[in-house]
Structure formats: C-alpha cells, structure tokens
C-alpha cells in the first residue's frame, strides 16, 4: 500500500472517530435534556438549556432570563410523563458546530402510561464546549 493511500486511510479513520465522540456527547445532551424533562428539574434546565434558543410548537426563547419561566409554565402540571428517544443523527456543521435530529415519544402516567406525543428535536451544538446552542422541539401527533 503506498504512502498516499495509507494517509488518505488515516484521515478518513480521524474523521470517523471525531464523528463518533460528536455523537456520543450529542446523545448524552439529548438523554440528560429528557431525564430532566421527566424531572421537571428546573435548575438542571436553566444550566442545560438556558443559553440556548429554544422553540417549541407554541411558544420559545432566545434569553437565558426567559428559560426558568418558559420550562416552569411548560411543566406547571402535575402529571408525571416519560421520553423516550430514537434514531439519532448527527451531521457535522459549520467550523466547530454540530447539528442532530432525533425521534421522541412522551408517555403520560394517567395513571398507566398512556401514548401522548410522537415529535422530533432538532440540535445545534457548540462543538467548542458541548454545550446546545439550539433546540426546536416539533409534534408530528399529540393524542387528544
């Protein structure tokens, strides 16, 4: 094999594993957003998300003062819910910025878990320091 191909090897295995550590900690972004979610854990939200833009069907923010409101008014109710998370892809962006996409359910206990939401969320990441620049929540069907 000659020297050109094996560096050309080399770069495309660096790429590869840049692209597997981005989404291992785009998943782990993703899955510590729904467990605090399922929480209602507003100060773990406003660390989360509170820099962030976050847009919703019906609502959003772009201040970190608006964030602990937003989530307070959004999780106001008492019944408990559940997320669940799937098909996860991450895209690299511009310089050191990530994008992802994923798949939710949110199950409602009424008292069993009852289906009540089938959406997506879109990421932007900052690459830099991990953290979500962006989050746009959508609902493909809610029950009811």
């Known amino acids: 094999m000659g020297s050109a191909v094996a560096a050309g090897r080399a770069v495309s295995e660096a790429a590869d594993v840049v692209e597997a550590v981005?989404?291992?900690?785009?998943?782990?972004?993703?899955?510590?957003y729904t467990d605090i979610a399922d929480r209602k854990d507003l100060d773990a939200v406003v660390d989360l998300l509170?820099?962030?833009r976050v847009q919703?069907?019906?609502?959003?923010?772009s201040s970190p003062d608006a964030a602990r409101g937003f989530f307070a008014?959004?999780?106001?109710?008492?019944?408990?819910?559940?997320?669940?998370?799937g098909n996860l892809r991450v895209f690299p962006g511009d310089a050191e910025r990530w994008n992802a996409h994923a798949?939710?359910?949110?199950?409602?206990?009424?008292?069993?878990?009852?289906?009540?939401t089938l959406g997506e969320y879109t990421l932007e990441i900052d690459g830099t320091d991990w953290s979500i620049r962006a989050l746009t929540v959508t609902r493909t069907w809610t029950k009811g």
């Not at 008014?73 to 998370?85: C, E, K, S």
């Open 22 to 32: 981005a989404r291992h900690r785009i998943a782990n972004l993703l899955n510590s």
């Open 50 to 52: 509170g820099g962030a």
């Open 56 to 61: 919703f069907p019906h609502r959003s923010y």
């Open 73 to 85: 008014d959004l999780w106001a109710g008492p019944t408990g819910h559940r997320h669940d998370t």
């Open 103 to 116: 798949h939710y359910t949110r199950w409602i206990f009424d008292p069993e878990p009852v289906l009540h």
